[in-house]
């Protein structure tokens, strides 16, 4: 990986060029790197495991000093792959309050914020598609099943034909 950031670059068993990789990535590719586990429900109801964390979903916080506390994200760096959580602040030597950032895979999405019609366009419509692949499976399976039951009922037809000629 001599280049400061090569979009065609694999993979590297080395940290260092990993670390390479995530710090040079421009801001579209970064972007990327802020998915979130989302819940069950929500794994069931979208299909995904994972989505992008957005300014204004709800999450829950799983690692840390905070774990198990829920909020909603207030602001979302792309650039340092961080969120900030709304009403959730450590407090300083000197008794002020100062703004936690967290990792994104270190919080579940409990609720996704629905302002954005095609935030999950593409995982319905890959959902659509799968139901209905699921769907032609099982018909051709069901027209399999009749064409063997009508094959066998002509072969028992004409063995008995035979029969009767002998």
Same mark, same amino acid.
């Given at each position: 990986?001599? *280049?400061?950031?090569?979009?065609?670059?694999?993979?590297?068993?080395?940290?260092?060029?990993?670390?390479?990789?995530? /710090?040079? /990535?421009?801001?579209?590719?970064?972007?990327?790197?802020?998915?979130?586990?989302?819940? +069950? *429900?929500?794994?069931?109801?979208?299909?995904?495991? @994972?989505? #992008?964390? &957005?300014?204004?979903?709800?999450? !829950?916080? =799983? &690692?840390? +000093?905070? @774990?198990?506390?829920?909020?909603?994200?207030?602001?979302?760096?792309?650039?340092?792959?961080?969120?900030?959580?709304?009403?959730?602040?450590?407090? $300083?030597?000197?008794?002020? +309050? =100062?703004?936690?950032?967290?990792?994104?895979?270190?919080?579940?999405?409990?609720?996704?914020?629905?302002?954005?019609?095609? &935030?999950? !366009?593409?995982? $319905?419509? #890959?959902?659509?598609?799968? %139901? %209905?692949?699921? #769907? #032609?499976?099982?018909?051709?399976? %069901? !027209?399999?099943?009749?064409?063997?039951?009508?094959?066998?009922? !002509?072969?028992?037809?004409?063995?008995? /034909?035979? %029969?009767?000629?002998?």
């Amino acid at each position: 990986m001599k *280049a400061e950031f090569n979009k065609s670059w694999n993979r590297s068993v080395q940290p260092r060029k990993q670390v390479k990789f995530r /710090a040079n /990535a421009p801001a579209h590719i970064k972007r990327t790197f802020m998915g979130a586990n989302l819940d +069950k *429900a929500l794994r069931e109801k979208y299909g995904r495991r @994972s989505v #992008e964390v &957005r300014k204004g979903d709800q999450v !829950k916080i =799983m &690692r840390g +000093k905070f @774990s198990g506390k829920q909020g909603k994200v207030g602001v979302v760096d792309i650039k340092n792959t961080r969120i900030q959580v709304d009403g959730i602040q450590r407090a $300083k030597i000197g008794g002020d +309050k =100062m703004i936690t950032w967290f990792h994104p895979s270190s919080v579940k999405i409990i609720i996704l914020n629905a302002d954005d019609k095609r &935030r999950l !366009k593409k995982a $319905k419509v #890959e959902n659509a598609k799968a %139901e %209905e692949k699921a #769907e #032609e499976v099982k018909e051709t399976a %069901e !027209k399999k099943k009749i064409v063997s039951k009508t094959a066998k009922v !002509k072969t028992s037809t004409k063995k008995i /034909a035979k %029969e009767k000629n002998e």
